[in-house]
């Protein structure tokens, strides 16, 4: 290919509305352009570079006993109903009514398709187990499509699923899937990639994991423990707390209007009403009394999509509610609660002590109040909190003495520096990532819903176990993108780069230095190297712009000083320390080493 040919422009300005690298850099090097919020095109460099890692996906899935179909991006809406995901899934999926009046949907994902696929071909256990794939384009209507291919609506993605007659054979499965992403990771060129134990969100399951890229520009908050490796998005990474120090009103020694805690020989402090006039939030509650938000108890209130009815969630001070938890502990999605006049709430100073009863008497089916604890108030004592009534708070809740049944569960999010679920040490980090793939174990959730069964070998009907297992291509190239680069331009690994040589022709307007250079174009390609040739005639600044831009891992400049020498400059992308010149007639055996060497540099052990 010349580049003379290749369809495309690149720029030297950074769009303005780019917030990560990779965006900027693959719209400013001609890889996409922009159609619509969250959708591109894909120009020739970025159509190669998702082939080459199509292909090492195929490779590793077959490997891994994978055999590829492909689903339609229109499926009937009757797919979805059978399984519930019709109604339960939101706005993300597009539906619509064809010409006939039968309502569609576009694929955002394809396990019904999946099930349907092979609901007959299923139905006995000789069958089992087996494995298939594809790549296909999908949709998701993302309410916030953001950083070019790392959050879009329309994407292609690689999607695998499995089923099984055990569980067994299905953790088998997920292991080797497990393996094969790892390889995957590593030949695309990132082996960085680390799997985190995740929420299986709609998909459903009781396990899986995803594959995050560490860096500054993902969106996922990703929860590590150095001391011993500790794991987990934090949408399912679990928050373990001590209990703070006694409040405001608690004090060795006094008794008086106090009493015993079970637990303790200390006394507790008495729950006394103080007045806050015009202390709504925790921070000012903690200006007007004193105290850290450790020792509050703040009530956080949310109403559910489906009914608008009220959740009232307490939770220690300095803790955030981990919303996730929260909607899988309902089975339902929520919303940030709007109080009313007539909820029975009091905005600003709600709290759990004194009208607790009142609040669990009101809180049932009739009303749909919800009331939840989080577990790090279990066992608190000297707390602050709401008094439902304006302007007043109490302080001196225990909880044990003034919430007797309260049930405790983990709704909160982890923390810098919190407690390790796994080793117990205040040793957890954040830190933010990108995710390139995910595994699901999904049991039975939809073969039992789209009742495909199988017999065994005894006649007994049986739901198969499936396992699923997903790559989204374009993200992953932006991610490979946003881990490696410079201030000039993306550094692509030789496995995905969109060709293996740029060839750059220094002084196209000389003859003999052009003759040399199409001499070697033509040779490099009979030895079946993929060459980008650059014979026009533009200065040098602007040709090593657009071979930064375009990231080409080997760089070969035929110029005049070197045409004189009978050699040819070869120097490796992001690398400039290694330069070398090559006598003409040795280049494409050395081209060939360095290209076999940067692979294999990739290959996993």
């Not at 066992?379 to 044990?400: I, K, P, Q, S």
Request: aromatic share 8%.
């Amino acid at each position: 290919m010349k580049l003379a040919n290749l369809i495309g422009d690149r720029f030297r300005e950074t769009p303005s509305d780019c917030v990560v690298e990779s965006h900027a850099l693959m719209l400013r090097g001609g890889y996409m352009k922009y159609v619509a919020n969250g959708i591109y095109s894909s120009l020739p460099p970025l159509c190669r570079i998702t082939r080459k890692i199509e292909q090492i996906i195929r490779e590793e899935m077959d490997a891994a006993g994978g055999q590829e179909v492909q689903f339609p991006v229109v499926l009937p809406a009757s797919y979805w109903q059978e399984s519930g995901r019709y109604d339960s899934v939101g706005s993300e999926l597009l539906r619509f009514t064809d010409r006939n009046g039968s309502p569609m949907v576009l694929g955002m994902t394809h396990e019904e398709a999946a099930v349907a696929l092979v609901r007959e071909y299923g139905a006995t256990y000789s069958r089992y187990p087996f494995l298939f794939y594809q790549i296909q384009t999908k949709f998701r209507d993302e309410a916030r499509p953001r950083a070019g291919l790392i959050r879009v609506r329309e994407f292609t993605m690689k999607d695998a699923y499995s089923f099984h007659t055990s569980q067994e054979d299905l953790e088998a499965c997920y292991r080797r899937c497990h393996s094969a992403y790892e390889r995957i990771f590593a030949r695309a060129g990132l082996p960085e990639v680390i799997s985190v134990a995740s929420d299986s969100g709609m998909m459903g399951g009781n396990l899986s994991h995803e594959f995050m890229l560490l860096t500054p520009a993902g969106e996922d908050s990703i929860v590590l423990c150095p001391s011993c490796g500790y794991r987990a998005n934090m949408e399912a990474a679990e928050c373990i707390t001590e209990a703070p120090s006694e409040g405001i009103c608690a004090s060795e020694g006094r008794t008086d209007g106090h009493t015993e805690c079970a637990a303790s020989s200390l006394p507790l402090p008495a729950l006394t009403e103080v007045s806050t006039p015009g202390v709504h939030t925790i921070d000012e509650l903690c200006a007007f009394l004193g105290i850290t938000a450790a020792q509050c108890c703040k009530a956080v209130v949310y109403q559910r999509n489906r009914d608008d009815s009220y959740v009232v969630l307490f939770i220690r001070g300095d803790l955030d509610v981990n919303e996730t938890k929260l909607t899988n502990r309902l089975g339902e999605e929520v919303h940030p609660g709007e109080i009313t006049e007539g909820s029975g709430l009091q905005a600003g100073f709600i709290g759990p002590a004194a009208l607790y009863a009142g609040l669990r008497k009101n809180s049932g089916e009739n009303t749909g109040l919800t009331i939840l604890f989080d577990r790090s108030l279990k066992g608190a004592t000297g707390l602050v909190c709401g008094a439902n009534r304006a302007d007043f708070h109490y302080t001196g809740l225990c909880m044990e003495r003034d919430c007797p049944d309260a049930s405790y569960e983990d709704f909160a999010k982890a923390q810098e520096g919190g407690i390790c679920p796994v080793c117990g040490r205040h040793s957890l980090t954040i830190s933010r990532g990108i995710e390139v793939g995910n595994i699901f174990q999904l049991g039975t959730k939809y073969s039992k819903a789209m009742h495909m069964q199988y017999v065994d070998a005894d006649g007994a009907a049986h739901y198969p176990l499936m396992g699923c297992y997903g790559i989204g291509i374009g993200r992953l190239a932006a991610s490979v993108c946003e881990a490696h680069h410079d201030e000039y331009g993306p550094i692509w690994p030789i496995t995905i780069s969109p060709w293996q040589v740029h060839l750059c022709c220094m002084r196209s307007d000389n003859a003999e230095v052009h003759a040399m250079a199409d001499a070697l174009y033509d040779e490099l390609q009979r030895a079946g190297v993929e060459v980008l040739y650059d014979d026009r005639n533009v200065s040098a600044g602007v040709m090593f712009s657009d071979a930064d831009l375009l990231g080409i891992p080997i760089r070969l400049i035929a110029s005049p000083r070197n045409r004189k020498e009978g050699c040819v400059e070869m120097t490796l992308r992001g690398n400039k320390a290694d330069t070398c010149k090559i006598p003409a007639d040795e280049i494409v055996l050395r081209v060939r080493e360095k290209i076999s060497a940067l692979t294999a540099a990739l290959q996993p052990e």
